[in-house]
């Protein structure tokens, strides 16, 4: 940690020397915008490489006193805990991850397929008090979690959804919708109807326009907003711990959580099972920054 | 080929807007029919209803013989050129042309042969293996209407199709598409803002207002004699000056004491307004014969004319159109007098032409 700031405060007079001197105080002003920055990268970076030296220390290096940031033994013995039980057989963790990625995955792809078509025809049509639907829409998303959870907890009891994946999956999705049908509105707003209408016009329905012309520019929309519908199913923590409970049905974030707790913590293994959990979500968020910077950029629109 | 009919159109979305309050045209066979207005007149509304897209709340389409009330937009024989020129972005030129026949399942040599007609009309013979993002605005929208030729349609529709060009660019356009409709003898229903589009394109233009027509006539007539006081308003650069009136010893007067020539059969006992185009007016030197007192107030200089605005103590300042010669500067004091022939007159209270 302490080799970062070294490096960023070095760098700062350095390229200094090569610019024309900026105006009155350019220096100090650069330094110390250099300085902030790097403690915020520090405050906002340590956790997590912490997180990943804790996930391959041995048991002994992660309870040294003073702390070993470097001089510590590699082992892989944490994620081998992770995936593979004591006794042979896969451990309950692994379930939990198969777990999150069914829950996640058939959550997101049922908001998909729910909320894609919605916000077309939001996008597209004339409707009686669309702002008001539309807002309507949104409000299910101002609620926090933790105020419905109890209703629904009751609520899933009655229909036997509790404990069970489909029951998860079920919120999830409806969570999802709403922001669906918000972000894919913006999205097909930008696509012009025009394609719609000349396809009609060439003898195609409605839905085979939207299915043949729109949706092909909708894609890369639609994968942004399924990757940040996918990341809040796969990060989801309060509905998970209220509504399973048994190892096999259990998500990810309960299933790490309950590693805290007890007598012993094994540091070693909460830490390589979040790295674990961490890894799709990190490779997720930069295909989102791919496809958001991208845009629908179509060649044959000028505005 | 086919006229076009409709009949008491009537449009209300399900919100409540409504888009066309009543709508009658009558477009005859192989005419080129502007349909001009300001946004949101229902001029484009209108379009859609006839091309299909929209559904409308009440009245009757007919193209040709057909009644297509309730015919989706592919089964009513015509093809539509929209203002984002929509050309399918994932195909070329050639296949862009050839889509819509293809669609219909026309045999390739057929296709063939159609596209490269299309191709040769609209001098698109390079472009034919690009992509829509490599063309230029105005290579688009030969390339969309090249799409529409090549289905050989009923009636073209034409939704402002030159309002994305830049100006030089839509000249040639316009000149383009009157030759090609005249050559082709196609109905074609033109929707367009640009009064230029329109006195320059259409055989007849429909004014549109408030989802209402105001006035269906040939350009000149439009130009001419405006049916109302919000066409004489539209119609015009710079448009019609609308100078209060009254009718006194057989002579129309305004408050300035300016005289116009009275047109016959004035109704009387009505609070009158005459429309008078920058051209009927002349502004001359201080106390010439029949003028009466005014100041130049500002000139526009054109090169080919100027536009004087003159204050001649009237309830609104009139515009006149000088040729490039007669100068006078601002603030000078000039005479103001008709020039022209009788004036439209209005009646403020209706809003309508009375005489």
Excluded at chain 1, 26 to 50: D, S
Excluded at chain 1, 155 to 181: C, E, S
Excluded at chain 2, 169 to 175: F, G, I, S, Y
Excluded at chain 2, 281 to 295: I, K
């Amino acid at each position: 940690m302490a080799g970062s700031i070294d490096e960023a405060v070095s760098t700062g007079p350095a390229r200094d020397h090569t610019r024309p001197a900026r105006r009155g105080g350019g220096r100090g002003r650069a330094v110390l915008e250099v300085a902030l920055l790097a403690v915020l990268a520090v405050v906002m970076l340590f956790p997590a490489l912490w997180m990943i030296e804790t996930s391959i220390k041995e048991n002994r290096d992660v309870y040294a006193i003073p702390a070993k940031f470097f001089d510590f033994k590699v082992t892989m013995d944490h994620f081998r805990d992770v995936f593979a039980a004591s006794g042979g057989g896969r451990s309950a963790l692994s379930v939990s991850f198969l777990n999150s990625v069914v829950v996640a995955g058939v959550s997101t792809v049922l908001a998909t397929v729910l909320g894609v078509p919605a916000a077309w025809a939001y996008s597209r049509f004339a409707m009686k008090a669309k702002k008001d639907q539309l807002f309507f829409i949104l409000s299910t998303r101002f609620m926090p979690p933790v105020v419905v959870v109890i209703p629904i907890f009751l609520m899933y009891r009655q229909v036997g959804l509790i404990d069970t994946k489909l029951g998860l999956i079920l919120i999830y999705a409806a969570f999802n919708v709403p922001f669906t049908i918000w972000m894919m509105k913006g999205f097909v707003d930008e696509v012009p109807a025009e394609y719609e209408d000349a396809a009609m016009l060439d003898g195609y329905t409605r839905l085979q326009a939207f299915w043949k012309f729109t949706l092909p520019l909708l894609l890369p929309g639609i994968a942004a907003t399924a990757v940040f519908a996918l990341i809040f199913s796969w990060n989801e923590f309060v509905f998970a711990i209220f509504l399973t409970s048994s190892d096999n049905v259990r998500t990810a974030p309960p299933a790490i959580a309950g590693l805290i707790g007890g007598t012993t913590v094994d540091w070693g293994l909460v830490a390589a099972a979040s790295v674990v959990f961490a890894l799709p979500v990190l490779a997720f968020a930069y295909l989102v920054r791919r496809h958001l910077v991208a845009g629908v950029t179509l060649g044959a629109v000028r505005r | 080929m086919a006229g076009i009919e409709v009949t008491a159109l009537h449009k209300r979305y399900p919100d409540g807007t409504v888009a066309v309050d009543h709508v009658d045209l009558s477009i005859g066979d192989g005419e080129l029919f502007v349909m001009l207005g300001p946004s949101g007149c229902g001029k484009t509304t209108t379009l859609r209803a006839i091309a299909g897209l929209e559904r409308q709340t009440t009245g009757d389409i007919r193209i040709g013989d057909t009644l297509v009330n309730d015919l989706p937009p592919a089964e009513r024989d015509i093809a539509m050129v929209f203002q984002f020129y929509a050309l399918y972005p994932h195909l070329k030129t050639r296949d862009n042309l050839a889509f819509p026949l293809r669609a219909e399942g026309l045999p390739k040599p057929e296709v063939h042969e159609r596209v490269d007609e299309a191709a040769r009309l609209m001098r698109l013979g390079p472009l034919l293996d690009r992509r829509p993002h490599r063309l230029s605005g105005g290579e688009q929208q030969r390339v969309a209407l090249a799409r529409a030729l090549v289905r050989r349609p009923r009636a073209f529709l034409m939704d402002e199709p030159l309002t994305n060009l830049d100006a030089e660019l839509r000249a040639d356009m316009r000149t383009e598409i009157k030759h090609l409709q005249g050559e082709l003898g196609t109905t074609m229903v033109y929707v367009t803002h640009d009064q230029v589009e329109a006195m320059s394109l259409g055989h007849r233009i429909a004014i549109l207002n408030k989802g209402r027509v105001e006035q269906i006539g040939t350009p000149l007539e439009v130009y001419d004699r405006p049916a109302s006081l919000f066409c004489a308003a539209f119609i015009g650069s710079p448009p019609m000056n609308l100078i209060e009136v009254e009718v006194a010893d057989g002579q129309l007067r305004s408050h300035s004491g300016l005289v116009l020539t009275p047109p016959p059969n004035l109704p009387r006992d009505r609070r009158l307004v005459a429309g008078v185009r920058p051209e009927a007016l002349e502004v001359t030197e201080p106390g010439a014969e029949r003028s009466v007192p005014a100041r130049v107030i500002s000139a526009e200089w054109l090169g080919d004319e100027i536009i004087y605005v003159v204050d001649h103590g009237g309830r609104r300042d009139v515009r006149v159109r000088m040729p490039p010669t007669v100068r006078f500067t601002a603030d000078a004091p000039v005479g103001l007098r008709h020039a022209g022939g009788t004036p439209a007159v209005y009646d403020v209270s209706t809003e309508e032409l009375v005489a």
